[in-house]
């Protein structure tokens, strides 16, 4: 795999497969609106809706996924879902997740280590 995006794309398929798998139904993908992207939207068991950061490394020499969903990006996020929100005329609890997606450089092999309520 060489492109970047198509490396975030296997990592986003990747955990919706896990979320699936654990009894979450993924309801987006890619969420796009003025504020940025959402990389996916899914409702868990209980039936809250979780809006969730999908980071994907090979490498943490330069950190841990999680560190690079700063205050920065945790506010277009905020402002992100609060549109998908108001686009679906929606009134319910919602939850931030991120999904630190970790695999080898030929991308064969994910772990995935998901972090509820992150933010």
Known sequence: MSRTSDAG????????????QRGYSVLDTR????????DLIARDGQGLLCFVEVKLRSNVSHGLPREFVDAHKQQKLRSAAACYLVRGNLDE?????VAEVYTDPAYTA????????AF
């Open 93 to 97: 609890a919602t939850r931030f997740d």
């Open 31 to 38: 969420w796009r609106c003025r504020f940025g992207e959402i």
């Open 9 to 20: 794309l296997w990592g986003e398929e990747e955990v919706a497969r896990y979320l699936r």
């Open 110 to 117: 994910a772990r995935i280590t998901y972090l509820e309520n």
